[in-house]
Structures are given as C-alpha cells and as structure tokens.
T-cell receptor, first 114, second 117 residues
Framework: DGGITQSPKYLFRKEGQNVTLSCEQN?????MYWYRQDPGQGLRLIYY???????QKGDIAEGYSVSREKKESFPLTVTSAQKNPTAFYLC?????????????FGPGTRLTVL | AQKVTQAQTEISVVEKEDVTLDCVYE???????LFWYKQPPSGELVFLIR??????QNEISGRYSWNFQKSTSSFNFTITASQVVDSAVYFC??????????????FGSGTKLNVKP
C-alpha cells in the first residue's frame, strides 16, 4: 500500500534537547512538506522540499531543520532553539511542484516538551 | 493576499441532520484550486475533494456535496444525513500560483463537527 509513514506517533522531549521526527513516503512524490498544527488552529508550513537535496523555509522555520538526502525521506529536527515546540506535526507529499496538486498526509507525530 | 476563512469554529448536530460547513477564500489569481480535507480524531488529514477555478459545477459524492460559487468566493461543503463517523475537523484550503514557485497551501482554521447519536 502506498502512503506516508511518520514515527514516532508520540514523542516527549526534555527542554534543551534536539529531537528528530521521521517521515517516509513510497508514493514516488517529488515534493514533501512539514506542517505544525496547534490546538484549534490551521496548519502552518515549516519547511518544504521540491526535489532531493533541496529544501526551503516555510512560514515558521525558526528552530527547525530538515534534510532531503533521499526522495522517500524528509526528516524534521526540532532544535532547542524552538521555544514552544509542543504541537502536532504533520508530514505531507505531492506528486508535482505546481499549484493544485493535492497533498497527501501522514498520521502525524505529537510532540510534548516536559 | 491569499486567505481562507472558516468562520464556524465548532458545529454540533444530531445524527441524520444535514450540515453545511462554510469556506470563504481570497485570492487575486484567476487560476486557483480549492480543497477540502477531513481530520478524524486519529489526526491524519484525509483528502476529500479538489476543485479548480474554472469548474463551478457542484459535485455530489454519496452523502457529501460541494457548492462552489466564484461570485461569493465560497466553497461550501454539505453533509446530508450526518452520521457519528462524520465527527471530525474539516479544513478548507486554497492553492494558487501567485508569488510562489511551489504548491503552497493556505489552510483555514478548520471547523470541528460533532455528530451526536
């Protein structure tokens, strides 16, 4: 079955720690995205990548970093510089880079800072 | 600037009632795309429909229907004979070509639908 997997489902972090969220897709999509969702709010774009070895900042990139070494994988690192990291993180992918391509989402990772 | 507004934060209905979720968008582009996604309690966003700006035909899929009106910049979603399984947060989103060279989505803040038995 084609789809997007994210791990772990739940993640707990102590203040000052970096943590990495995994996102893998087997849809052969070129473009991948990371979003952050806070309670009662819409999705905000953190980073996106249109092609392997290339990625760009989204609307709220501060305190986050990504890599895109393989087409299938787009991990997100939440660094200690992110002041309020507790949120629900969603990874998505789309076949094309242009407007109008539907984005497919993974099941999400819920990050809690202790 | 692009914007999607879902003014209804939360709606509660009793099973078998019809319910309409409102979505109003803003864009200066003549070519754009509108989407609806469902987010059940499990958290994953599920794609429901995509509409391009040149196709104003209403669409029906089972109990779901969508009313796209460019004159009022609205793309409303109706669930007929709602069921408990329809309980979720529903997001409306816009994608267009202005200012970005990638598939940027503008999401509304979502409408939480509670369907009670």
């Amino acid at each position: 079955d084609g789809g997007i997997t994210q791990s772990p489902k739940y993640l707990f972090r102590k203040e000052g720690q970096n943590v990495t969220l995994s996102c893998e897709q087997n849809l052969n999509h070129d473009a991948m995205y990371w979003y952050r969702q806070d309670p009662g709010q819409g999705l905000r774009l953190i980073y996106y990548s249109q092609i392997v070895n290339d990625f760009q900042k989204g609307d709220i990139a501060e305190g986050y970093s990504v890599s895109r070494e393989k087409k299938e994988s787009f991990p997100l690192t939440v660094t200690s510089a992110q002041k309020n990291p507790t949120a629900f993180y969603l990874c998505a992918s789309s076949m094309g880079q242009g407007a109008g391509n539907e984005q497919f989402f993974g099941p999400g990772t819920r990050l809690t800072v202790l | 600037a692009q914007k999607v507004t879902q003014a209804q934060t939360e709606i509660s209905v009793v099973e078998k009632e019809d319910v309409t979720l409102d979505c109003v968008y803003e864009t200066r582009d003549t070519t754009y795309y509108l989407f609806w996604y469902k987010q059940p309690p499990s958290g994953e966003l599920v794609f429901l429909i995509r509409r391009n700006s040149f196709d104003e035909q209403n669409e029906i899929s089972g109990r779901y229907s969508w009313n796209f009106q460019k004159s009022t910049s609205s793309f409303n979603f109706t669930i007929t004979a709602s069921q408990v399984v329809d309980s979720a947060v529903y997001f409306c989103a816009l994608s267009d070509w202005s200012g970005y060279n990638f598939n940027k989505f503008y999401f509304g803040s979502g409408t939480k639908l509670n369907v009670k038995p």
